[in-house]
């Protein structure tokens, strides 16, 4: 390896710390709380040395949720070959509470944190355009399924925004672990699991005959 690539490869490493080093700091102290500071800090580095990488703490957020979105769109696309759109409306909301329940830190990055939503709703750029692309994959497959009949026809995005609120709710009562303490003689994947069952029976339930 020439001395070229060496440098690139320890600018990627550093750049990999300081995203994993501000990961932990958000889920411990909030991003409110978080400085970049802290974030150098964290890694024994200068905070000059971190805005080399990134402009402020905004943008180490958005390298966070771009990554984040960029996972789960993996997961979702892998779907793209069920070739009937209900059956892969309901692998998408699996895929969705195994993502949640696998990359827990992850999920409250992109969907429970308030303040950095707030930095992307008041940004002109668009820098949500990875979880746009996720949302856009769930509303085809919600018209191929009103295209067919298997959901009533209508507006396919206020019907996407119902299944995801459905299925978000789950995944965040598990993240934040506000159900078990009410449900103590299921364990968490048993709650889960049925939890997804009755919400797709009751989309079964919408086949327009």
Known sequence: MGITERKERGKEDLKRRI???????????????????????????????????????????????TEAFQQMGLRMNALADVSDPMERLKAMGRV???????????????????????????????????GQTVFDGLKATVNGCMAIGKLPKGDPEVMSFVIWSTVHGMASLHVRERCYKVMSDKNRDQILELGLLQFTNWLDQQYVK
């Open 19 to 65: 995203l994993d080093a501000a990961m932990e700091l958000f889920l411990e102290h909030g991003y409110e709380r978080t400085s970049m500071r802290m974030i150098a800090e964290r890694i024994e580095y200068s905070a000059t040395t971190i805005y080399l990488y990134f402009k402020d703490k905004d943008a180490v957020f958005h390298a966070l949720h």
């Open 96 to 130: 969705y509470i195994r993502f949640a329940v696998e990359n827990p830190g992850l999920y409250d990055l992109m969907f429970i944190m308030q303040a950095p939503m707030q930095s992307i709703s008041e940004c002109a750029t668009p820098i949500w355009e990875e």
